[in-house]
């Protein structure tokens, strides 16, 4: 396996619903976003509405850079 | 009197033509599952005409596709609709999975661009719709993340929509699984690969059709 792809311990980040209640959708989304691209796996307490979840998964596609 | 009676009944009916018709039925669900399948059968038995390519490679149709004015006619009822047949929608989407269908390299870096491309576009398209056939393959797990932010955008958006447990032909089909992860909503069991049951489905989208 090259070293690349070898994981080197796993970092975990927990958002408390605090933090993001009196975000709107497209805050909430980017905030979650950036923690993931610094390669942090995020817990994040609640859940998200079902149109975040589709903002989520529009935003990841977007900033997918083949 | 007479004058009012005629624009009441006028309206009344001219509301239940417009509902009716031109209805824009969108087809989702995650890739592979046989949305443009079920699409081309309907527009091919109704139209004469298919409205994609299909195939067994996932991320086949990668932009949004319509078909206008297709014209039903079942059990002597009449509808109009605008098919709207979207893209698969994926939470990952990896270019080395499309390396193992024999695409090359390059082939499959461009198939994956345009697939993300594509799922946001189908996302774009959840307002624009009246109702949604969501096609679901019923040899999969229904319990996907996809699967539940597809109808959870539907449901909080108002718009009706009708489970399809497509390939119910496959051996793997399990069809009673599909209606226990959504027991609030009709699901019918087809094959577009051979038309099984599509009479139970016609009667299902007459059903649809009128929720809207």
């Not at chain 2, 039903?72 to 390396?99: C, H, M, Q, S």
């Not at chain 2, 996907?144 to 449901?155: A, D, K, R, W, Y």
């Not at chain 2, 599909?178 to 027991?183: I, K, R």
Request: aromatic share 6%; with cysteine; net charge positive.
């Amino acid at each position: 396996m090259k070293s690349r792809n070898r994981i080197r311990g796993l970092s975990l980040q927990v958002i408390p619903f605090s933090e993001v209640k009196d975000l709107s959708i497209g805050e909430r989304v980017k905030k979650i976003l950036n923690l993931i691209l610094g390669n942090k796996i995020v817990i994040l307490h609640g859940r998200l509405r079902p149109e975040e979840e589709a903002r989520l998964i529009e935003d990841t596609m977007a900033m997918v850079d083949h | 009197m007479l004058r009012i009676l005629k624009s009441f009944s006028q309206r009344i009916l001219f509301g239940i033509f417009r509902k009716r018709n031109n209805i824009r039925l969108g087809f989702y669900g995650p890739p592979n599952s046989g949305k443009t399948s079920l699409a081309n059968l309907i527009c091919k038995d109704w139209t004469g005409a298919e409205i994609g390519s299909v195939s067994h490679i996932p991320h086949e149709t990668r932009a949004v596709q319509f078909k206008e004015k297709v014209e039903i006619e079942y059990k002597g009822k009449k509808l109009t609709l605008k098919i709207v047949d979207t893209p698969g929608i994926a939470t990952k989407i990896d270019y080395e999975n499309f390396l193992k269908f024999g695409l090359n390299k390059k082939e499959a870096k461009r198939r994956a661009k345009e697939a993300t491309q594509g799922i946001i576009e189908s996302i774009k398209w959840l307002d624009d719709m009246d109702a949604v056939i969501i096609v679901l393959d019923s040899s999969e797990n229904p319990y996907s993340q996809v699967n539940i932010t597809i109808i959870g955008n539907l449901v909080a958006r108002k718009i009706p929509i009708l489970i399809v447990a497509n390939k119910i032909d496959l051996k793997k089909a399990n069809m009673k699984k599909v209606e226990s992860a959504f027991p609030e909503y009709e699901v019918v069991g087809i094959s577009a690969r051979d038309g099984t049951n599509m009479e139970e489905f016609y009667e299902s989208l007459f059903k649809l059709a009128k929720k809207t």
